[in-house]
Every structure is written in structure tokens, then in C-alpha cells.
């Protein structure tokens, strides 16, 4: 799968918004049949950064995602409410989904 963890500055004026300004592009990507997850976090420490913790089937998959109309309209309708240029990892890992926490793992 690919594995994209990324990093967004909002605004200050935008951050409590955020959740509301990225629902369409969130919902759309989700929708994508490639998309394995699409899951938005607020950091504890710092109100205006969210990031977002994505995975896609394959190779193909991301590459449709890139070139997908959401993605575009969001090239355009998300940047303006961006204190900077959000940074990103991106790696293709050899697995289908998350695999369990082995140290913590709960016994029940």
C-alpha cells in the first residue's frame, strides 16, 4: 500500500473550521474504490496543525487520487486557508492495513 502521513498549518482564523473546509475533499477521497483510509487528527500542542494520515491499495490507486476532480478543486479551495505549504512523508509499505501493537498489546 501507500502510506502518507502529511502535516497542515491552517490559519489561526480557519483551524476551528478546518474540519468543515476539508468535508467534500475528505468524503470524496474516502469514496475513492483505492482509498484504504482518510483520517484527519488535531495535534494536542498546536490548535492550527491537523494531520492527516492517508493509505491507498497501490500505486494506481494514489496516482487516480492525484488526478482526481476533488483532488484538483482542492488544490485550488484548500490553500488559501494554509499558513504554509503542508509537508508530507510518502512510502510504499509491503501490507493491506494496520497491523497490531505488539508492546501494548490489551489482554482481556
Known amino acids: 500500500m501507500i502510506f502518507i502521513t502529511a502535516k497542515f498549518r491552517i490559519l489561526p482564523?480557519?483551524?476551528d473550521d478546518w474540519p468543515d473546509?476539508?468535508?467534500d475533499f475528505?468524503?470524496?477521497t474516502r469514496a475513492e474504490p483505492g482509498c484504504l483510509w482518510f483520517d484527519w487528527s488535531r495535534?494536542?500542542?498546536d490548535p492550527n496543525e491537523y494531520v492527516l494520515v492517508e493509505a491507498f491499495r497501490d500505486g494506481d490507486a494514489g496516482a487516480a487520487h492525484v488526478q482526481s476532480e476533488h483532488f484538483k478543486?482542492?488544490?485550488r479551495t484548500l490553500?488559501?486557508?494554509l499558513a504554509e505549504t503542508p509537508r508530507i512523508v510518502?512510502?510504499?509499505v509491503p501490507q493491506e492495513d494496520w497491523s497490531e501493537?505488539?508492546?501494548m498489546a490489551v489482554q482481556r
Open 13 to 15: 482564523q480557519h483551524a
Open 21 to 23: 473546509i476539508a468535508r
Open 26 to 28: 475528505t468524503l470524496a
Open 43 to 45: 495535534s494536542i500542542e
Open 73 to 75: 478543486d482542492a488544490q
Open 79 to 81: 490553500p488559501p486557508h
Open 90 to 92: 510518502n512510502f510504499e
Open 101 to 103: 501493537l505488539g508492546e
